[in-house]
């Protein structure tokens, strides 16, 4: 079975504090996938990584940055933790498979998610 | 991301049938899936259909297909306490061989 883990459940951090969300994953996947899920707004994509080293912006990256060192690695960063940071964090990984019917199946698998409170 | 909507909230009684409803605006999307969202935890997968199918069933699960107009809907039948979740419908674009766009989730609620 393909396991995502998160760091941290739950965090709690005071504003203006440095905050890393670690990722891992077991699959050797090569994406990886960061997501912010809020009330009504759905999951919205932070930043992705197609391969180690690599990152791609998604949808808010902005207050937001993120390392991959390793393959089965992906960290999100909050360089100064703000209030409207307070979300749940969802980290994902995938491999895409191309189909012969024509364009890709991405199954995500993800992590159980780290809610994060900045106070 | 690309525009996926849906219903915020639904609520049904147990052993009923639950239809969750979903629009998307890509017609150039391949792949479409449903994932389900317990309390507390991550997404998983639940199901999924490939565009050029209108059906797919398995078990309590339908899910029903309609490109035309870009309608995409999961039947629950004999729904279950246990089927309380938020649910929410995803895309693939043919173009972005990596990246799902999810919809907004449905909090679906079982009354007993």
């Known amino acids: 079975d393909v396991k995502v883990t998160q760091s941290s459940r739950y965090l709690v951090k005071r504003t203006g504090e440095k905050v890393f969300l670690e990722c891992v994953q077991d699959?050797?996947?090569?994406?990886m996938f960061w997501y912010r899920q809020d009330p009504g707004l759905g999951l919205r994509l932070i930043y992705f990584?197609?391969?180690?080293?690599?990152?791609e912006k998604g949808d808010i990256p902005e207050g937001y940055s993120v390392s991959r060192e390793k393959k089965e690695r992906f960290s999100l960063i909050l360089e100064s933790a703000s209030t409207n940071q307070t979300s749940m964090y969802l980290c994902?990984?995938?491999?895409?498979?191309?189909?012969?019917?024509?364009?890709?199946?991405?199954?995500?698998?993800f992590g159980p998610g780290t809610r994060l409170t900045v106070l | 991301g690309e525009d996926v909507e849906q219903s915020l909230f639904l609520s049904v009684r147990e052993g009923d049938s639950s239809v969750i409803n979903c629009t998307y605006t890509?017609?150039?999307?391949?792949?479409l899936y449903w994932y389900k969202q317990e309390p507390g935890a991550g997404l998983q997968l639940l199901t999924y259909?490939?565009?050029?199918?209108d059906m797919k069933q398995d078990q309590r699960l339908t899910v029903l297909l309609n490109k035309k107009d870009k309608h995409l809907s999961l039947r629950i039948a004999d729904t279950q306490t246990g089927d309380s979740a938020i649910y929410f419908c995803?895309?693939?674009?043919?173009?972005?061989?990596?990246?799902?766009?999810f919809g907004t989730g449905t909090r679906l609620t079982v009354i007993p």
């Open positions: 994902a990984s995938s491999l895409s498979r191309p189909s012969m019917a024509g364009g890709y199946y991405n199954e995500q698998f």
């Open positions: 699959m050797d996947h090569e994406n």
């Open positions: 990584s197609y391969d180690v080293k690599m990152k």
């Open positions: 890509d017609s150039s999307s391949t792949y």
């Open positions: 259909i490939f565009s050029n199918m």
């Open positions: 995803a895309e693939t674009h043919q173009t972005g061989a990596n990246n799902l766009f």
